[in-house]
């Protein structure tokens, strides 16, 4: 993708018109001729789990076998539309072999190898989901209940429920303690749950861009707002404030460079471990609010966040609330991409404020959005 700074201002719609149409018809094009090509891979009709196929000695055993197509005991089941199940992975996984034959590669019925570092990477580069693997995953050798609730919450739990391979720092501690050192990358204060995570999102600020969980929750009807998603959410501080509103939220987290998902579920709260890029495994119109905060921004490319943006539509009920929290972006990529995009989907804006980014300096540029906006009770358009 091109960077949208290269386009000149005052043709904003048709440059948004055509990078959409224009990334589409890539994606359609790459996607037909990689599924022509990818047939290759294709199992014998009816396999049973220990088949090879013979044309396929590029992949790992452990991959054909989960991922060959498998005969339903019982024949064609009318709900399938087929008697064939085809346990799914991510398309892209086959593109780099040499990872996913060391992911698949393994002891069946035994340990897996302590590989969290490779299946993320391989992941976040698209092969999501994984494969499926017959082994146990590394634990801890020691492990200790979980603190009970509502303790857990905003305690730091035991350093046995994690196994730090993966990690810089081989401790809760020094996870803590991270923001005084260098060579750390995002969320550096996170796992201080005795700093910045508990005064997040408790009251408005005048800078405008924090909004507080009560102020938004008061935009609707009490207890309305019951169940949602927190897009990137970092510890999950945002779902443990629902959780104290009795409001039930999932949150979406990697585990960079930190045991990030561990911890979450630590906390007594629930870690879903997707990445940006897979669709939101929720049905059409079933969440009453989705928040995002920092993740959402101009890292991701911008197709890429026009069909995340609709994900988002999608599963929020109508009358649902996307608080989309420090979207963060230059001035005139939010001109010229973002603010259209953003727009574009179809929401009712609530709140919208837009701010500027600092902490980098000024002559950088960088803006800050944070806006509620809420899928209408009645649809614009239509059925
Ligand atoms: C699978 O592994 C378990 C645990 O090590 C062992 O008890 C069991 O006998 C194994 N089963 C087979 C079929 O090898
Ligand atoms: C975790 O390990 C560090 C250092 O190894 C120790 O100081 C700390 O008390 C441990 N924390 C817990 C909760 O066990
Ligand atoms: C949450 O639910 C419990 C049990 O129903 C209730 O006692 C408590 O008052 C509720 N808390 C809030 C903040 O609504």
Known sequence: MDSPLRRKPGTTNLFFLVLLLSTN???????STFYSTSCSFSPPKAPTTTTVSATSDNLPPEFLAFTSGQLL?????????????YPPVGRSCTLFPDELRRFMSYKVNGSCPDDELLAQKLLLKGCEPLPRRRCRPSASPISVEPTPLPTSLWTTPSNSSVVWTAYTCKDYECLINRRNQKGFD?????????????????????????????????????GTIRIGLDIGGGVATFAVRMRE???????????????????????????????ISQRLPFFDNTLDIVHSMHVL??????????????????????????????????????????????ESVGFKKVKWVEGKKLDRGPQRKEMYLSALLEKPLKNSWGL
């Open 73 to 85: 005991p019982f024949g064609v089941n009318r709900n399938f539309d087929s008697d064939t199940l």
């Open 186 to 222: 995002d969320c550096k204060d996170c796992f201080d749950l005795q700093g910045r995570e508990k005064n997040r999102w408790m009251s408005t600020k005048s800078n405008g861009i924090d909004f507080s969980i009560d102020d938004v929750l008061a935009t609707k009807p009490p």
């Open 25 to 31: 018809l890539l994606t359609l094009f790459l996607s």
């Open 245 to 275: 509103r009795n409001i039930t939220i999932v949150t979406t987290s990697m585990n960079l460079n930190g045991p990030f998902n561990n911890f979450i579920a630590a906390r007594g709260v629930v870690p879903l471990y997707i990445s």
């Open 297 to 342: 921004s101009n890292w991701i490319p911008t197709t890429l966040l026009h069909f995340l943006l609709f994900d988002i539509y999608r599963v929020l009920r109508p009358g649902g609330l996307f608080w989309l929290d420090h979207f963060f972006c230059l001035g005139d990529e939010f001109k010229q991409v973002y603010g259209p995009l953003i």
